[in-house]
């Protein structure tokens, strides 16, 4: 097999790759034992954000562990809020909150922006840059402007996001401002990331799934397209993988609109229509983080089926989405050795 140099950029680029570069969303987490340690030792989960030593340890974890193509930085998409002075905050067994903004709050919120803490996120991302093997592709990160929209209006997560969607519908301006700004902060926040060493950066809007056809294209798409264009206009040639979680029949849009190099895709999208979707430009995902959790020849099933539809093609292979903590890490070995045909 030919040696490549950042296997995952090269995909980024169309290149076809057999075996496909690998790496799990959430990879540096609480399934791993060194993880607890690390997080223990940090204090509060935005501690550990915040200290450059503790986030490049456990972004490491998981390259030192299972030898992962890509290291993705350790941080939080709610980072951003948090650089908004929204008092983001996480409590243990209530995830994270924060203080919901109101239609006044937007005209004040791009005056309240400081860029501090996120000095810390940069040193971190140097300091990966550093410490990780050549060929290791380091990954930079953000949330997208809905998705980070819908935390900071219900200063909370919620199951449907209806908070969000009905502020929206009410208020309809001082939405589509909030968005603006969440996308211009953001596309600043990811060409810092790449400046300080990031290869490519990957953008996450986990509540697409929530959102109709027009509402999708508007508050999803479209600010997700306007973070890209912001980001290249800067930095031509910035690597962008797009992960619209849920967004279903709707990626083929997705990606015409939004120009990213490669789609995230979650564990629902059909292997035919990720197929499709492939023929257009690289694709990343999408085995059920369940399976990770079942291990065994269910987890073997999933990931032999997964590179028989797309192993021919420009792809990365991804969870769709997050592994969870109930993950055996035995089971994440078995999986990148299948992966890599050692099993």
Known sequence: MKKHRRSLVDVLDGEVLSPPPIWLMRQA???????????????????????PELA?????QPIRRFGFDAAIL??????????????????????????????????????AYSSDKLSAVMETVRSLRSALPDETTLLGFCGAPWTVATYMIAGHGTPDQAPARLFAYQNP?????????????SAGYLIDQLDA??????????????LGEVEFEKFCARPVARMIEM???VRPGAKVIAFAKGAGVQLRDYRRITKADAIGLDWTVPLSFAKELQSEGAVQGNLDPLRVVA?????DE?????????????FIFNLGHGITPQADPENVDRLVKRIRNRL
């Not at 490049?56 to 490491?60: H, K, R």
């Open 74 to 111: 350790f941080s939080d998409i709610l980072v951003i809020p948090d650089a908004l002075k929204r008092n983001v905050r996480f409590t243990e067994g209530h995830g994270p909150q924060m203080d919901p903004i109101s239609v006044d709050d937007i005209a004040r919120l791009e005056a």
């Open 197 to 210: 060493g990031a290869d490519a950066v990957q953008i996450f809007d986990s509540w697409a799934g929530v």
């Open 173 to 185: 301006l001082e939405f589509a401002r909030l968005l603006d700004v969440l996308a211009e902060i």
């Open 29 to 51: 987490g609480r399934y791993l034992p060194e993880y607890r340690q690390t997080r223990a030792q940090a204090g509060s989960f935005l501690d550990l954000c915040y200290t």
């Open 231 to 233: 980001v290249r206009a």
């Open 302 to 314: 999933g990931v032999d089926r997964i590179l028989e539809a797309l192993g021919g093609g420009p």
């Open 295 to 299: 291990g065994g020849t269910t987890l």
């Open 56 to 60: 490049t340890e456990v972004t490491l």
